[in-house]
């Protein structure tokens, strides 16, 4: 089992920048496949981008549309922590995101954004002027 510690969030104005860091504690994230969530007041949960794992699977990642050319996602293993860089950050991004694992089931865009059971608690970003 494996458990996650989201932190990184904040208060940022429109086309600023923010790392979310995703890591594990007492563990190693090495065979998770590690996807990232977000949930705005009212609205349902949706994934925004997934890492595969790099020691059983080809470390590819994958971007929902909204995250496609302004974050980035990336892992470090010695340091059991999965990052997602976020940049020009807009209005609509604001929301609590969370990171969640699931054992390595090959390249990550192939089941994303299904049967991740492992989630960390959420953090808070907000972007606004």
């Known amino acids: 089992q494996v458990q996650l510690v989201e932190s990184g969030g904040g208060l940022v104005q429109p086309g600023g920048s923010l790392r979310l860091s995703c890591a594990a504690s007492g563990g190693s994230l090495d065979y998770y496949e590690i996807g990232w969530f977000r949930q705005a007041p009212g609205k349902e949960r949706e994934g925004v981008g997934c890492i595969s794992s790099s020691s059983l699977s080809d470390g590819s990642t994958y971007y929902a549309d909204s995250a496609k050319g302004r974050f980035t996602i990336s892992r470090d293993n010695p340091k059991a922590t999965v990052y997602m860089q976020m940049d020009n950050l807009k209005p609509e991004d604001t929301a609590v995101y969370y990171c969640?694992?699931?054992?390595?089931?090959?390249?990550?865009?192939?089941?994303?954004?299904?049967?991740?059971?492992?989630w960390g608690q959420g953090t808070q970003v907000t972007v606004s002027s």
């Open positions: 969640a694992a699931v054992w390595s089931r090959g390249p990550c865009s192939r089941y994303f954004p299904r049967g991740y059971g492992y």
